[in-house]
């Protein structure tokens, strides 16, 4: 089972490990966010809220890069075909220096995100960020162990009480990214409730 602080880890070093150029047309990931998309202020709750339409992410896992379509990526403006980058995650590096990073991982840990602000209530988060959010009506919390928005912005949404996903975008740090992040995560949440069909 890949921690969270482990995960945190790998963002961070993805994160500092290239420089953003300004050259080229940027991508347009920041699109229109969905309407059922909402961010509610840190510390808001000490308790993370219960899903209340729980997915499975069993298909996921095996084949990460299958979270966003074609006409997802599309509309997103991810303009390369995913790698697989650590089990259960994939990743979509694009841009004319390949500047932009997206980043799908599938995490199974007891609690789900309840795991996430249990962390913040521990202080895990006290160098970084954690700020609860709601995404397509799922639970959701922007959180770091480091904070490197705008560049760099961090996700995780609950499916279920024993698993989340986490999404990383980072590009163009003039862009909103957290944005970015939430179009990204509601987009997987289409993916995933289609696959269930």
């Given at each position: 089972?890949?921690?969270?602080?482990?995960?945190?880890?790998?963002?961070?070093?993805?994160a500092?490990?290239?420089?953003?150029?300004?050259?080229?047309?940027?991508?347009?990931?920041?699109?229109?966010?969905?309407?059922?998309?909402?961010?509610?202020?840190?510390?808001?709750?000490?308790?993370?809220?219960?899903?209340?339409?729980?997915?499975?992410?069993?298909?996921?896992?095996?084949?990460?890069?299958s979270?966003?379509?074609?006409?997802?990526?599309?509309?997103?403006?991810?303009?390369?075909?995913?790698?697989?980058?650590?089990?259960?995650?994939?990743?979509?590096?694009?841009?004319?220096?390949?500047?932009?990073?997206?980043?799908?991982?599938?995490?199974?840990?007891?609690?789900?995100?309840?795991?996430d602000?249990?962390k913040?209530?521990?202080?895990?988060?006290?160098?970084?960020?954690?700020?609860?959010?709601?995404?397509?009506?799922?639970?959701?919390?922007?959180?770091?162990?480091?904070?490197?928005?705008?560049?760099?912005?961090?996700?995780?949404?609950g499916?279920?009480?024993?698993?989340?996903?986490?999404?990383?975008?980072?590009?163009?740090?003039?862009?909103?990214?957290?944005?970015?992040?939430?179009?990204?995560?509601?987009?997987?949440?289409?993916?995933?409730?289609?696959?269930?069909?």
């Amino acid at each position: 089972m890949r921690s969270l602080a482990t995960l945190s880890t790998f963002a961070v070093v993805i994160a500092g490990a290239a420089a953003c150029s300004d050259e080229g047309d940027d991508p347009i990931l920041p699109t229109t966010a969905p309407a059922s998309t909402s961010t509610s202020s840190a510390g808001s709750s000490n308790s993370a809220p219960a899903v209340s339409e729980p997915l499975d992410e069993g298909k996921f896992l095996g084949d990460p890069c299958s979270s966003l379509t074609s006409s997802q990526k599309s509309d997103l403006g991810v303009e390369q075909q995913g790698r697989q980058a650590v089990e259960g995650g994939c990743s979509w590096e694009f841009g004319p220096n390949s500047e932009w990073i997206v980043q799908v991982t599938y995490i199974r840990v007891a609690g789900g995100l309840a795991n996430d602000y249990d962390k913040n209530a521990t202080g895990a988060y006290k160098d970084g960020y954690f700020e609860p959010a709601t995404v397509a009506g799922y639970p959701a919390a922007f959180s770091s162990l480091a904070d490197f928005r705008p560049a760099t912005c961090d996700l995780n949404v609950g499916l279920n009480s024993e698993a989340i996903f986490h999404v990383t975008v980072r590009g163009d740090a003039t862009k909103d990214n957290c944005k970015a992040a939430t179009n990204v995560a509601a987009r997987v949440i289409d993916t995933i409730k289609a696959g269930r069909q």
